[in-house]
């Protein structure tokens, strides 16, 4: 058996979406570097303000999922934030989070980062300490404000956004852990050297040995081991790096495309990385019924993929009214032009 | 804002940490070691929901010296449902949008940075509130 599952029983007790209010059209990043001619991959990406950034998206996806959980911040053992855009290169983006939400001093606060999946890294960190018994309650983010480097296939869709999540015992929660799988290999599929702004990728070569090998080859593993198959399923949520990329993967893994809709979002807010999957699946729970089993596989270039099967219990009903619907946030929008656009994300060189 | 400020005000400024007054129940913001309502001594933390009304306003256009990169924002006085006055900037908003009686909520943003290799501080700002579990 390679799949993880604790010996105490876990779940999602309180989950939080955050997306900022601004859009960037994707038509705007096609009429200036090619005078319209590219298509976009998504309609438009969120975009955060000026007084944003991975640690206050955090925060406020943190409030969500500590208000849908009903606890004391103060039962947190844990807060642990993954990201690849810390606005501190040393200096840990979990102590403000967790100080900010009233967790501290009784807590282990740290970053986490494994590109797009660092999310998902501290879902099963968290599942691990709260299934060893070590604490009952962790608070699991992911949260970035991606950059993508101007004229690159990547700035149509480099997003801002987050969600977090508050692993707690089974009993107390909105959906229970049935199991987990990790699966990665060393892959140089896209990388940010150290002190530079933007990352570099290896275009095409992001897709079959990297995204799909991985979120494929993890999916799979953990439906065979727990004996289910795509129709088991009521909803998926894959890693969302474009419309195209979770829509083959879904297909060739058995799923229907009326089974990854609900947590579809990249082709309104872009791709949102270590909060991209994660985000979906507020999306999904905020629809989701008792009783319904969902399926999330996150991707992180580097490359691997973490996969959760989840059961849905009664006590989503009542909690999902707690905290504003993922909805509300996609609702919010301001639309902004490439000029506010490269204010906003601090591209413009002031000398 | 120096470094042993702002670690000292950490908690008002990231969580609207306030404090009740043990003697005649009023709730202090900022917190403050007398209560300006009844003179006695004011030391129990009472953290703040966060919510509350624009009382009145003004769109900044020439910021003091750290917050230039913001212009314009919006700055207002916000009367928290608890009773406390605050002053703080508005975010999330344009400034056509905002009127006084405005319901608001209270957003950890960043407020200003000691330059690219300094320190960032966080604190409360306001915005129009969302409604809980409504898509809207």
């Known amino acids: 058996m390679t799949i993880m599952k604790p010996s105490r029983e876990v779940g999602i007790a309180g989950y939080g979406a955050y997306l900022p209010r601004y859009r960037l059209p994707g038509s705007e990043v096609s009429r200036v570097w090619s005078e319209g001619e590219d298509e976009s991959p998504v309609v438009e990406k969120a975009v955060a303000g000026l007084d944003e950034d991975a640690v206050t998206m955090a925060i406020e996806a943190a409030r969500n999922a500590i208000a849908r959980a009903g606890i004391r911040p103060q ?17 840990p983006s979990g102590t403000i989070v967790a100080q900010a939400i009233g ?249 | 804002m120096h470094i042993p400020r702002q670690w000292r005000t950490r908690d008002q400024r990231l969580s609207l940490m306030g404090e009740v007054c043990p003697k005649c129940g009023v709730k202090l913001f900022p917190p403050r070691d007398v209560c300006p309502e009844c003179s006695g001594p004011a030391k129990e933390p009472f953290a703040l929901s966060g919510r509350g009304a624009v009382y009145s306003y003004s769109t900044v256009y020439h910021a003091p010296e750290g917050y230039e990169s913001y212009v314009p924002y919006t700055v207002a006085l916000v009367r928290l449902e608890e009773g406390p006055m605050v002053t703080a900037q508005l975010t999330d908003v344009d400034k056509e949008q905002v009127a006084i009686g405005m319901p608001v909520e209270m957003v950890t943003r960043k407020i200003a940075e000691d330059g690219e290799d300094g320190a960032i501080l966080y604190g409360y700002k306001f915005r129009p509130a969302l409604e809980a579990g409504a898509a809207c």
């Open chain 1, 103 to 351: 967790a501290t001093p009784n807590v282990t606060a740290a970053d986490w980062e494994f590109a797009c999946k660092a999310g998902t890294e501290t879902m099963q960190a968290s599942f691990a300490l709260v299934g060893s018994g070590m604490g009952d309650y962790a608070l699991a983010i992911g949260a970035d404000t991606a950059q993508g480097r101007p004229n690159d296939a990547l700035e149509y869709t480099a997003a801002s956004g987050g969600a977090a999540y508050v692993i707690g015992p089974r009993e107390n929660s909105l959906a229970y852990l049935e199991g987990s799988y990790s699966f990665v290999s060393d892959t140089p599929d896209f990388y940010r050297r150290a002190h530079e702004h933007y990352p570099r990728h290896g275009g095409r070569f992001t897709g079959d040995p990297a995204y799909f090998h991985h979120v494929e080859g993890a999916a799979r593993h953990l439906m065979e081991e727990l004996g289910y198959t795509a129709k088991d399923y009521a909803q998926a949520v894959l890693h969302q790096p474009n419309p195209k990329f979770p829509a083959r993967a879904a297909k060739s893994l058995g799923f229907t495309p009326a089974q990854i809709e609900t947590g579809l979002l990249v082709g309104r807010v872009g791709n949102t990385y270590a909060g991209s999957s994660i985000l979906g699946l507020t999306a999904v729970l905020d629809e989701a019924s008792p009783g319904d089993r969902i399926l999330l596989v996150s991707f992180g270039s580097g490359a691997g993929s973490d996969a959760f099967s989840f059961v849905v219990t009664d006590l989503i009903t009542e909690r999902r009214r707690k905290a504003p619907a993922t909805a509300t946030y996609l609702a919010r929008r301001r639309e902004v032009d490439y000029a506010v656009y490269a204010r906003y994300r601090n591209k413009l060189l002031m000398h």
């Open chain 1, 75 to 91: 039962q947190l053992r844990a807060v642990w934030v993954g990201s690849e855009s810390k606005p501190y290169a040393v200096k």
